[in-house]
């Protein structure tokens, strides 16, 4: 499309600094006959202290208008654990019904990883993004006391695997290696486990050409760190994502170049982009934050707009930027901000 | 005490190669005066085929008579995901109240970790071994439709928490660097996150030289590749235990040597000790599986049952074996064994 009018969360600490840089390089990059419309909003922390707001209907209706929506980070010591996780962050997730939660992990030339070798790493996770122990369901009777009970259920239905085992069937169908490791935990949640695995093998009849695998969450944090290359496309549902990816993104030159995507593909809500890390207050206002997982992000989100030729520009500037940085000072956040608007417009 | 009587379950593949490694070092390790008594059950993939049993009543009463058990590894591809792992390996740790699965997690000098540099790795995870999403509530509705709803219930009580979170206390005040770290994902799963963490913070009082923290289980898999040496004692969910169990074995040397106990520490029920690793059919027969892990589970056993200086006999025989494991050719799991005997006897 020719314009894009995008909403934009910095949030907190950090995210206000690598949404900036973000920005900066979205501007550069879009040609001069795509229109960038912008609007910035203040939810957070500062929000949430101010008015014990964290995402109203009235917001979500905002948004909505938005073609896609650009998230810095969530998240403050100041504020309970919990509360701006579940009070916005995953309620956004839930309310745009983003249910594919996509994060490549791409390890770079010139990167550093823990690993020791020469480890491949180029596979991009689709953790389900609605349903599982996310949900919100369960709850705490006799609170406080020795005979507390908390509960937290995990919810996951047919359709809600359905179509995210779908959409990574079809990525997997788009790569060369074309292949798609199913992640759960089968043999102890047989309930949900089954489900996962039945849809898993029947829609992996439509799709011949892709080869399937199937693997428990603890072997695979062990494959993640003794075998990455056996990886192409992993499907898995929303805890077991978000604990394999930041494993991923940790191997994969850490989280500072780690993106995600919370994508509806439907495109009846906008989709939400925003790099994998929190807030990190401890560094926060000092210029000290890699912006490189916010530009990444800014990659997929063009790419999810149709602006493939764009999201390229991007990822290639990106890694000629880290095949460089062994022989550089270290630089500021807007310092590599500037170094990838210059290369994305060069 | 002066007798061991031993329940034995070699069970499936290479459980039982490893499991006649572990009593043949048992056997060399205890003094004169201890009379060994083992009894060996029939558990597994076989027992199943031939009765369609996996462990009944009159098989726990049995079983409730030992001291302790040793396990080799149970699973085998003949028999669906679940069966075994439900019907024998989780009823037996609920049915003797295994709450404290003690995974102890040391890099050995000379032994190999994917990570790079020199990681000093040398903590053990007490995971909670009777509740969490482990207890099988749950369920589905309109099996095989694609209306199906299946749910999970990961259940949490005071009592159960607190048992567990009070022996891991303990252990880390028993270690040199008295730290524990409590891994949860108490930002999402908010009903049992907030029972565990106040429950953490409740008996952190009663232990004031105990340093505490609190890392969320995705940033744990990225701690335990990046800076393992910031772990001393972790406290855990079953689940979360699980997955990061698996990771620490890993970076720690490989499944090949990681141990655990499933303990009943009030001594009611018999505790077992079983290596963190699998059956490995795909190896089973060939005398290619390392016994050194299941050797390891024996020292947990023997320290358990209050047989101190053998365990650490056994410990200190593996250590100085693995350190000369990169000068010799590769040998066999009887060899293994046999030089670990040596040892011990020596
Ligand atoms: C902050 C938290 C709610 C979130 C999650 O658990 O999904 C984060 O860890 C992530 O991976 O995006
Ligand atoms: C086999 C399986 C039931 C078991 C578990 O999940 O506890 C295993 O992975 C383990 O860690 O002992």
């Known amino acids: 499309s020719r314009s894009i009018n995008l909403a934009v969360i910095p949030g907190d600490g950090i995210?206000?600094?690598?949404?900036?840089?973000?920005?900066?390089?979205?501007?550069?990059?879009?040609?001069?006959?795509?229109?960038?419309?912008?609007?910035?909003?203040?939810?957070?922390?500062?929000?949430?202290h101010a008015t014990g707001e964290t995402l109203t209907d009235a917001d979500l209706e905002r948004l909505r208008q938005h073609d896609a929506i650009l998230l810095g980070a969530i998240g403050d010591p100041s504020v309970p654990s919990g509360v701006l996780e579940r009070g916005f962050l995953l309620k956004l997730r839930f309310a745009f019904d983003h249910h594919v939660n996509l994060r490549p992990s791409k390890l770079l030339p010139g990167v550093a990883t823990?690993?020791?070798?020469?480890?491949?790493?180029?596979?991009?996770?689709?953790?389900?993004?609605?349903?599982?122990?996310?949900?919100?369901?369960?709850?705490?009777?006799?609170k406080g006391t020795e005979h507390e009970v908390a509960t937290e259920v995990s919810v996951n239905t047919a359709y809600g695997v359905e179509r995210v085992v779908r959409d990574a069937f079809a990525r997997a169908q788009a790569r060369p290696r074309k292949k798609l490791t199913l992640v759960h935990k089968n043999n102890v949640l047989t309930f949900a486990g089954?489900?996962?695995?039945?849809?898993?093998?029947?829609?992996?009849?439509?799709?011949?050409?892709?080869?399937?695998?199937?693997?428990?969450?603890?072997a695979a944090t062990i494959y993640l760190?003794?075998?990455?290359?056996?990886?192409?496309?992993?499907?898995?549902d929303n805890l077991f994502g978000d604990i394999i990816t930041d494993l991923a993104a940790?191997?994969?030159?850490?989280?500072?170049?780690?993106?995600?995507?919370?994508?509806?593909?439907?495109?009846?809500?906008?989709?939400?982009?925003?790099?994998?890390?929190?807030?990190?207050?401890d560094i926060a206002g000092q210029g000290k934050a890699d912006p490189t997982a916010t530009v990444l992000s800014v990659a997929l989100l063009l790419r999810h707009l149709g602006h493939?030729?764009?999201?390229?520009?991007?990822?290639?500037?990106?890694?000629?930027?880290l095949a460089e940085r062994g022989a550089l000072p270290a630089r500021s956040t807007s310092?590599?901000?500037?170094?990838?608007?210059v290369r994305v417009a060069g």
């Open 194 to 218: 089954h489900l996962w695995t039945n849809v898993f093998n029947r829609v992996a009849e439509e799709y011949p050409e892709v080869t399937t695998e199937y693997i428990h969450v603890d």
């Open 250 to 281: 940790a191997v994969s030159g850490g989280i500072g170049v780690a993106a995600s995507g919370n994508i509806n593909p439907s495109g009846a809500f906008p989709s939400m982009f925003e790099p994998v890390h929190g807030s990190a207050p």
């Open 15 to 48: 995210g206000q600094e690598v949404v900036a840089e973000g920005l900066k390089v979205l501007s550069a990059v879009l040609p001069q006959d795509v229109k960038l419309e912008t609007k910035e909003y203040d939810f957070g922390a500062r929000r949430y």
């Open 308 to 321: 493939e030729a764009e999201a390229t520009r991007i990822e290639d500037a990106v890694s000629a930027d």
């Open 225 to 236: 760190v003794t075998q990455p290359e056996r990886f192409d496309v992993i499907v898995t």
């Open 114 to 142: 823990p690993l020791a070798g020469d480890p491949q790493i180029d596979f991009v996770v689709v953790r389900e993004g609605t349903e599982g122990p996310y949900t919100g369901n369960g709850g705490t009777i006799r």
């Open 335 to 341: 310092e590599i901000g500037d170094a990838l608007r």
